[in-house]
């Protein structure tokens, strides 16, 4: 079966770390560009990053530019998400999601989503 | 790179027709048939209804359409049933430095 589990939310304190993880199974991880998309509480999906299945290229969102860090290891189809200089408004449920091949922008697979409580 | 325009909520009556609208510019919508449609039940995962404009994953009902006319991208449900009241997001890949900018969000209420 094809899917992603997130791990590594929890609550942090303003100004903390917190390094997400998303293991996949079921498909060629190698082979698939993937994103991490989060959600505020009563607020809408969005996007944070993504990355080639290279990993050549990588992007990110103005809002956490500067302090998240995307990467992947393609050989324990493992995503990951570093979280550091955590502010209250990255307070969200981080879902990690495949690009679907070939490509038309379209995120096909998506984890259950991790929970990140930034407060003090 | 500001969200896609949707209307905060579309109603309807079980077995009616609904369109939801996506507004974006020529950077995004206007400018790629790379526009995708997720629906999101309370408490649950996104789940991929249309990709590239029009196309239906394998499993997503016939009841769901997509179309696009120029900066505006649209999602109709037909035969709107209980099971398809839930929140609904549209996206599009974009030129503007970021691939990828969601929609504010409709939610769908199914009277």
């Known amino acids: 079966e094809v899917q992603l589990v997130e791990s590594g939310g929890g609550l942090v304190k303003p100004g903390g770390s917190l390094r997400l993880s998303c293991a996949a199974t079921?498909?060629?991880?190698?082979?698939?560009?993937m994103n991490w998309v989060r959600q505020a509480p009563g607020k809408g999906l969005e996007w944070v990053s993504s990355?080639?299945?290279?990993?050549?290229?990588?992007y990110y969102a103005d809002s956490v530019t500067g302090r998240f860090t995307i990467s992947r290891d393609n050989a324990k189809n493992s995503l990951f998400l570093q979280m550091n200089s955590l502010r209250a408004e990255d307070t969200a449920v981080y879902y990690c999601a495949r690009t679907r091949k070939p490509f038309t922008g379209a995120f096909d697979i998506w984890g259950q989503g991790t929970m990140v409580t930034v407060s003090s | 790179q500001s969200a896609l325009t949707q209307p905060a909520s579309v109603s309807g009556s079980p077995g009616q027709s609904i369109t939801i609208s996506c507004t974006g510019t020529s950077s995004d919508v206007g400018g790629y048939n790379y526009v995708s449609w997720y629906q999101q039940h309370p408490g649950k995962a996104p789940k991929l209804m249309i990709y590239?404009?029009?196309n239906r994953p394998s499993g997503v009902s016939n009841r769901f359409s997509g179309s696009k006319s120029g900066n505006t991208a649209s999602l109709t449900i037909s035969g709107l049933q209980a099971e398809d009241e839930a929140d609904y997001y549209c996206?599009?890949?974009?030129?503007?430095?970021?691939?990828?900018?969601f929609g504010t969000g409709t939610r769908v209420t199914v009277l």
């Open positions: 079921g498909f060629t991880f190698n082979s698939y560009s």
């Open positions: 990355i080639s299945h290279s990993p050549s290229y990588i």
């Open positions: 590239a404009v029009s």
């Open positions: 996206s599009s890949y974009t030129s503007s430095g970021t691939p990828c900018v």
